[in-house]
C-alpha cells in the first residue's frame, strides 16, 4: 500500500498522478482522442472497481483530453478522468507511429463533478441549496484515492 498520493491541485480539485505496468497504451487508442492521449486499459480497470462498490458505471466514454468513466448520469454528472503524459525523455523522443511503454507514462485519474449548462432545474435547484454535489464528488474523490493507494502495482509520483 502506498502511504500517500501524490496530488497537483487543479481548480480545487485533485489530480493523482503515478506510474503503473499494469495498463498499457493499446495501438491506435489516440484515434479517440488526441496524438499521445491515452488510459484507456486505466479507464476499462477503474470502471470494474467503481461497479464493484456500487456504481452503474456506464461505457468508457473518449474525450479529447483522454478517458471519462462516467459514475453517475442524474441531475448533474459525476465522473473519473483518466489520461496521461509521457515522461520528458518519451516526449523529447516522441514518434505517433511508435506505441509507448507503460514505463513512458505518467499516467493520470481525477474526480469530478459537473452540471451541464442545458440542466436547467439543477442550476436552479444548486442556487437554492436543494442540490449537494458537493458530497457526491468527494465521497467519489475519496474512493478513487483509496482503489489507486490499495493497488501495489501503482506507484504515485510527481508529473514531469
Avoid at 468513466?69 to 516522441?94: H, I, K, P, Q
Amino acid at each position: 500500500m502506498v502511504s500517500s498520493a501524490s496530488v497537483i491541485e487543479s481548480n480545487m480539485n485533485p489530480t493523482y498522478s503515478f506510474t503503473s505496468n499494469l495498463f498499457s497504451v493499446l495501438p491506435g487508442e489516440d484515434d479517440e482522442t488526441n496524438p499521445a492521449c491515452y488510459g484507456k486499459e486505466l479507464g476499462n480497470w477503474l470502471c470494474v472497481k467503481f461497479k464493484e462498490l456500487g456504481y452503474e458505471v456506464e461505457e468508457l466514454i473518449p474525450e479529447d483530453w483522454g478517458w471519462c468513466v462516467m459514475c453517475r448520469r442524474d441531475s448533474y454528472l459525476l465522473w473519473v478522468g483518466c489520461g496521461s503524459l509521457l515522461t520528458e525523455t518519451a516526449a523529447e523522443n516522441f514518434d505517433p507511429a511508435v506505441t509507448p511503454k507503460p514505463s513512458d507514462i505518467i499516467w493520470r485519474a481525477f474526480a469530478e463533478v459537473e452540471i451541464p449548462f442545458f440542466y436547467f432545474k439543477s442550476h436552479f435547484l444548486s442556487m437554492l441549496g436543494k442540490l449537494d454535489t458537493k458530497t457526491a464528488y468527494e465521497k467519489l474523490d475519496r474512493e478513487l484515492k483509496q482503489i489507486l493507494e490499495q493497488e501495489p502495482g501503482i506507484h504515485f509520483c510527481e508529473e514531469p
